[in-house]
């Protein structure tokens, strides 16, 4: 990704936000009165261009350049497995790499989902995932998102998320539409 093009919002930080440099993982932050531009919104994240870098924005801080934080999730208090674990995959649809306008799902970076009732009525989710690349910079950003995202499910008490490579990840992996949205099909 080049990082600025013509579909490129223009934002000033409103306040000194934290956030992580692309594809290398360093936290930062970026100043009140930044300049920048957002070159991705998806998932309730965002990608910015500043000063010929990309960095990625928590939803949490979505305030810093004039947007809306992602609403809290709700769940019937009586809601099943099955539902929960709809609500689960819905979550992992919404975490995306940061370069990438593709979720993890439909790029088929996630291997294993599954859940499991805890003694205290609460539920446990056990994740396996992949990276595009062995190397990425930003493997635990996205466990970080992964995890935040899966645990502020209600009735989820905890997550474990592991990484694995294998099997390695490859493009035929990714779903037709993850295809099509990266010219790939």
């Excluded at 990438?100 to 294993?112: A, F, H, K, Q």
Aim: glycine share 8%; net charge negative; with cysteine.
């Amino acid at each position: 990704m080049s990082g600025y093009s013509q579909t490129s919002e223009p934002i000033v930080f409103a306040r000194d936000c934290a956030a992580v440099m692309v594809p290398q993982g360093q936290e930062v932050t970026l100043p009140a009165g930044q300049n920048g531009y957002i070159t991705q919104a998806l998932g309730g994240s965002f990608t910015v261009f500043v000063d010929g870098n990309l960095f990625r924005i928590r939803g949490e801080d979505a305030d810093a350049i004039g947007k809306q934080a992602p609403a809290t999730l709700t769940l019937d208090e009586h809601a099943g497995d099955d539902e929960v674990e709809k609500l689960v995959w819905q979550q992992l649809r919404t975490c995306f790499d940061p370069e990438i306008p593709v979720n993890i799902v439909d790029l088929g970076l996630v291997y294993e989902c599954t859940l499991e009732k805890m003694e205290n009525g609460k539920r446990r989710v056990s994740i396996r995932l992949t990276l595009t690349a062995p190397g990425c910079g930003m493997g635990d950003i996205l466990v970080d998102d992964v995890r935040n995202k899966v645990e502020s499910i209600p009735t989820i008490a905890e997550s474990d998320i592991e990484i694995t490579f294998d099997p390695p990840w490859n493009h035929s992996m990714m779903s037709d539409v993850a295809k099509l949205e990266t010219g790939m099909l």
